[in-house]
């Protein structure tokens, strides 16, 4: 089975619409997971023979808001979810401000590879100490961070902006890079932290996924939790049951 993660906040005027149309394209291709359709945008966690996933992510990309997604592959020797479903929602992850959409514009993003050059030089280009920002819940967390990173007693990411308040002084003077599975709750972390007044608020493209695919193991202690009945995932791609 080849197994698929992308996300993009994009408008979509007409959720139920495009739902309908992401179920039409799974379903001719018996792939199995979730995907979620908001105003905001879409996320996918999807698993399929590979030639279903490619073709769906084809018939997906000839809308043009959906085209170049950012896609994160991985195997599996199983099918890793029950049942297809395709839910519309108010956002594609849940975090209760309005204040923060991707949509007005991305948050600062920094490549796994030169965050990887940092953390073996120990600060970024201009010195600055790193700091590394989980924001993942702890269930997730338990499972494998980054060496050293801020980790946060949460439970849900609505829970965020007033555990990381007790750190503001921790952080300043400080270059944070915010990461999670994939990227999506990094992206409006980032964007939150901006408007809240955090300094030097940068976000891992393609989170933790991204970096595994792109650098591997490096400075990373154990496996990244997802969402399906792989349960975790080592900086190989492998699935913690194998």
């Known amino acids: 089975m080849l197994n698929i993660a992308a996300y993009r906040f994009v408008t979509i005027a007409e959720p139920s619409a495009v739902a309908a149309r992401v179920r039409e394209l799974c379903e001719a291709q018996a792939l199995k997971g979730t995907v979620l359709v908001a105003p905001e945008g879409i996320n996918i966690f999807l698993a399929g023979e590979p030639a279903g996933i490619h073709r769906f992510l084809q018939q997906l990309g000839e809308d043009e808001r959906f085209a170049g997604m950012q896609v ?106 915010s990461f999670c599975t994939g990227g999506i709750r990094c992206e409006k972390a980032a964007l939150w932290m901006a408007r809240a007044g955090y300094e030097n608020v940068l976000q891992l493209d393609g989170g933790i996924l991204g970096y595994f695919e792109q650098v591997g193991a490096e400075a990373y202690a154990g496996h990244c939790f997802v969402f399906d009945e792989r349960v975790a995932l080592n900086p190989q791609l492998q699935p913690l049951n194998r």
């Open 72 to 177: 994160k592959f991985s195997d599996s020797e199983t099918m890793p979810f029950r049942r297809l479903r395709v839910r519309l929602k108010r956002e594609i992850i849940t975090f209760r401000n309005q204040d923060v959409s991707p949509l007005a514009g991305r948050a600062r993003t920094l490549a796994p590879s030169q965050l990887r050059d940092w953390l073996r030089r120990g600060h970024d280009d201009d010195g600055r100490e790193l700091v590394l920002l989980d924001t993942r819940n702890r269930q997730e967390v338990a499972f494998g961070s980054f060496q050293d990173a801020l980790t946060l007693p949460i439970d849900r990411f609505t829970e965020l902006p007033e555990a990381l308040e007790e750190h503001r002084e921790q952080l300043r003077g400080k270059t944070v890079v």
